[in-house]
C-alpha cells in the first residue's frame, strides 16, 4: 500500500479569494479551498478571533495527530517480510489493486455524506477505519485480510475530503485563506513527522515491523478521540444552508404571485450540476482539469506500487537498511518547496500553459523509465523524489486556474467529479494491468506501462502546446491581436494529500 500523499491536492490562492490546502491519496494528499463568495468587514474581523481560535487550534492539533502513522511508509515491506510472508505476486496483483476500487466506490457517497451529515460523522468513520485498518495489519494472516485492509484504506482516502471542507463552518470567508494555511501546514508537519518518527524507530531503535505498527494504531486511536471530541457544526455547504434559505423564504413571501419551483430544481447540487455544461465550454478550466484528470491518475499508480518496486529493486534483509520513511520525508518536503515556488511563477498561462505541462509531463515519463530500468536504490529514491516534487509544482497552478473563475459551490463539484473520473481510470487501469483478473503484470511491466502512459500524455500536450503557439503568433498585436499580462500566483502553502483526493474539490480538504 502506498503513503497518502499529503499534496494531494494543492493548495493556490489569490488575494483573498483563490486558495488550495490537501491525500493519498496522500500517498499521497491534498486540499483545496476555492474562491470565496463574500468579505468580512475590519469590525468582524476584529471579534472572529474569540469564535474561532479555539476551534481552529483544535482542528489544526487533529489534522496533525491523525496525519502521524509512523508504519504508513513501512506497510509493503512489513506485508512482504518474513512477518507476514506474502508474496510480491500476492500484494501487486491480489491487495495493492483493492486500493483503487474501494476508493472509487466510496469517493461519491463520502463527498455527498460529508456535506448533509455536516462533516464530524464522516471525520469518526475516518478515524474508525484507520483503527480497522491497523488491527488488520498487527492480526490479519490471510490474503482476504489484508485485501479488506485495503478496502477500509480506500474508505478513509473518501473520507478525507471532510477535513478539507470542514474549515469552511468555522470561519467566514474572509478567513478562509488564513486559516487553510494553518490546517494545511498542521497536515503537511504530520505527514513528515511521521515519516521521520517511523525512520528513526527502524533505523536507530532496530524495533520490528509489527512494533511500528502498534504505534501506529496507538497514534490513529487517539485521533480518533480527536475526532469525536470535534464540534459539530450547524451548516455546510451544499444541504444546510440555512441563512440562504431563510433569505429564500422572505423572498417567496415578497412574491406571492411567482409559482413555486420544485425542490430539487432549487437544490444548490442540482443547480451546480446544470451549471458543469458551461464550465466545460471554458477552453482553460477544460485543459487544467484534464491534467488533473490524466496526470493524477498516473500519480497515484507510481505512489501506490513504488514501494514494491523499491523491495525488488533492494529486497533489504534488515529492517533499518529499509529508508521509505527517510524518502517520503524528502518527498514531502521537495513538494512543499516545488509548491511554493510555483506561487511565484510568472507566466502567460493562456499561451504557455500546454508546453509547461508537457515539458514537466516528459520529464516525469524519464524519470519513470530510470526508476523502471535502474538496479540501484539511490537512483530510484532520487527519481522517486524528483517525480512528486514536478506533479506537487503544478497542482497549485491547476488549483488556481479552476477555481479562480468559479464560485465556491461549483468549485467543490468540479474538484470532485475530476477526482471522480480519475478514479475510474485508474481502477481501469489497474484491472487491466495490475489485477490478477487481467494481465496481471509485475512491478517492473507496470512501471514500464506508466512510461508509456506518460510518454502519449507527453505527446499530446506538445501537440496542442503547437496548435495554442501557432494561433498565438499569427495573431499577435502586430498583426492586430491581444496580448496576455503575466499571471503570478500567490505563494502557496505547501501542497497535498494525496491529497489525493486527493483534491477533492473545493471541499477537498479545507
Given amino acids: 500500500m502506498g503513503v497518502e500523499d499529503p499534496n494531494a491536492s494543492g493548495d493556490e490562492m489569490d488575494g483573498d479569494k483563490h486558495m488550495k490546502l490537501p491525500g493519498v491519496e496522500d500517498g499521497d494528499a491534498e486540499l483545496v479551498v476555492c474562491p470565496s463568495d463574500s468579505t468580512t468587514s475590519p469590525e468582524i474581523l476584529q471579534e472572529e478571533p474569540r469564535k474561532w481560535k479555539f476551534a481552529v487550534i483544535y482542528l489544526c492539533v487533529y489534522g496533525f495527530m491523525s496525519s502521524i502513522r509512523p508504519g504508513e511508509a513501512f506497510i509493503t515491506p512489513y506485508l512482504l517480510s518474513v512477518e507476514k510472508n506474502f508474496t510480491r505476486e500476492e500484494v501487486t496483483n491480489e491487495i495493492m489493486p483493492v486500493l483503487t476500487y474501494s476508493y472509487m466506490v466510496v469517493l461519491v457517497p463520502a463527498f455527498l455524506l460529508t456535506d448533509f451529515l455536516r462533516y464530524k460523522p464522516v471525520l469518526i468513520i475516518q478515524g474508525l477505519s484507520q483503527v480497522v485498518i491497523w488491527l488488520l495489519l498487527l492480526m490479519g494472516t490471510s490474503l482476504l485480510q489484508m485485501q479488506l485492509m485495503e478496502f477500509f484504506y480506500g474508505i478513509t482516502m473518501a473520507c478525507r475530503v471532510a477535513y478539507s471542507s470542514y474549515i469552511f463552518s468555522l470561519v467566514t470567508p474572509g478567513l478562509y485563506q488564513r486559516v487553510a494555511s494553518y490546517s494545511r501546514s498542521s497536515v503537511l508537519l504530520g505527514v513528515f513527522t511521521s515519516s521521520i518518527l517511523g525512520q528513526l524507530c527502524l533505523s536507530l531503535g532496530n524495533i520490528t515491523f509489527y512494533t511500528l505498527s502498534s504505534i501506529s494504531l496507538g497514534f490513529v486511536s487517539l485521533g480518533l478521540l480527536l475526532a469525536i471530541c470535534l464540534p459539530w457544526p450547524k451548516r455546510s455547504l451544499f444541504f444546510n444552508r440555512s441563512q440562504e434559505k431563510a433569505e429564500k423564504v422572505e423572498m417567496d413571501k415578497m412574491n406571492p404571485q411567482k409559482p413555486p419551483a420544485s425542490k430539487w430544481k432549487e437544490s444548490v447540487l442540482v443547480q451546480m450540476l446544470l451549471e458543469l455544461k458551461h464550465v466545460a465550454k471554458m477552453p482553460n478550466l477544460r485543459l487544467w482539469s484534464l491534467w488533473w484528470i490524466f496526470n493524477s491518475t498516473g500519480y497515484y499508480l507510481v505512489l501506490f506500487y513504488v514501494h514494491i518496486l523499491w523491495n525488488k529493486v533492494y529486497p533489504a534483509t534488515e529492517n533499518k537498511k529499509v529508508y521509505n520513511g527517510g524518502v517520503e520525508a524528502a518527498s514531502t518536503l521537495l513538494s512543499a518547496l516545488t509548491a511554493f515556488c510555483a506561487g511565484y511563477a510568472k507566466i502567460r498561462w493562456k499561451v504557455w500553459a500546454e508546453l509547461v505541462?508537457?515539458?514537466?509531463?516528459?520529464?516525469?515519463?524519464?524519470?519513470?523509465?530510470?526508476?523502471?530500468?535502474?538496479?540501484?536504490?539511490?537512483?530510484?529514491?532520487?527519481?522517486?523524489?524528483?517525480?512528486?516534487?514536478?506533479?506537487?509544482?503544478?497542482?497549485?497552478?491547476?488549483?488556481?486556474?479552476?477555481?479562480?473563475?468559479?464560485?465556491?459551490?461549483?468549485?467543490?463539484?468540479?474538484?470532485?467529479?475530476?477526482?471522480?473520473?480519475?478514479?475510474?481510470?485508474?481502477?481501469?487501469?489497474?484491472?487491466?494491468?495490475?489485477?490478477?483478473?487481467?494481465?496481471?503484470?509485475?512491478?517492473?511491466?507496470?512501471?514500464?506501462?506508466?512510461?508509456?502512459?506518460?510518454?502519449?500524455?507527453?505527446?499530446?500536450?506538445?501537440?496542442?502546446?503547437?496548435?495554442?503557439?501557432?494561433?498565438?503568433?499569427?495573431?499577435?498585436?502586430?498583426?492586430?491581436?491581444?496580448?496576455?499580462?503575466?499571471?503570478?500566483?500567490?505563494?502557496?502553502?505547501?501542497?497535498?494529500?494525496?491529497?489525493?483526493p486527493l483534491s477533492n474539490g473545493k471541499s477537498v480538504m479545507s
Fill in 357 to 500: 505541462i508537457a515539458a514537466i509531463t516528459a520529464l516525469q515519463a524519464g524519470l519513470l523509465l530510470l526508476m523502471g530500468t535502474t538496479d540501484n536504490i539511490w537512483v530510484c529514491y532520487a527519481a522517486y523524489v524528483l517525480f512528486r516534487g514536478f506533479y506537487q509544482f503544478l497542482v497549485p497552478i491547476a488549483t488556481f486556474q479552476i477555481a479562480s473563475s468559479l464560485t465556491k459551490e461549483l468549485c467543490a463539484l468540479v474538484f470532485g467529479l475530476n477526482t471522480f473520473l480519475g478514479t475510474i481510470l485508474k481502477s481501469i487501469i489497474n484491472i487491466i494491468f495490475s489485477d490478477r483478473r487481467g494481465l496481471g503484470l509485475d512491478v517492473h511491466s507496470q512501471f514500464l506501462v506508466y512510461f508509456i502512459y506518460f510518454t502519449i500524455l507527453t505527446v499530446v500536450y506538445f501537440v496542442c502546446a503547437a496548435v495554442v503557439l501557432i494561433r498565438h503568433f499569427r495573431n499577435r498585436p502586430d498583426r492586430g491581436g491581444t496580448t496576455d499580462t503575466p499571471t503570478e500566483l500567490s505563494p502557496v502553502a505547501a501542497s497535498a494529500s494525496e491529497t489525493e
